[in-house]
């Protein structure tokens, strides 16, 4: 199993930038295909991006390309969220998450970090 904590979140103006990060426990990080979501109030929990194990391989949600960077860092157990160019519409709670091997789902999840963006 992986424990996963999101930090990084908070209140941004419009146009500001944030970068999250989740930290993940064990020592199979490696072995895990990272994924970003989010959820806004009201809202579906939506896909954002994901990352495979070596981090070679990257994709994200149509309306989110060139404004958001996923990343990892296998060494420090840690995925990230660079985002840039902040919208009001961008404010949900992001959740990180780890799909295994095994399932090929998102099996773990973290408890979500707050980013709100005011206008």
């Known amino acids: 199993q992986v424990q996963l904590v999101e930090s990084g979140g908070g209140l941004v103006q419009a146009g500001g930038s944030l970068r999250l990060s989740c930290a993940a426990s064990?020592?199979?990080?490696?072995?895990?295909?990272m994924g970003w979501f989010r959820q806004a109030p009201g809202k579906e929990r939506e896909f954002v991006a994901t990352i495979s194990r070596t981090g070679g391989s990257t994709y994200y949600a149509d309306s989110l390309k060139g404004r958001f960077t996923i990343s990892r860092d296998n060494a420090k157990n840690t995925v990230y969220l660079q985002m840039n160019s902040l919208k009001p519409e961008d404010t949900a709670v992001y959740y990180c998450?780890?799909?295994?091997?095994?399932?090929?789902?998102?099996?773990?999840w973290g408890q979500g970090t707050q980013v709100t963006v005011s206008s």
């Open positions: 064990g020592r199979t990080f490696s072995t895990y295909r």
């Open positions: 998450a780890a799909a295994s091997l095994t399932t090929g789902g998102y099996d773990y």
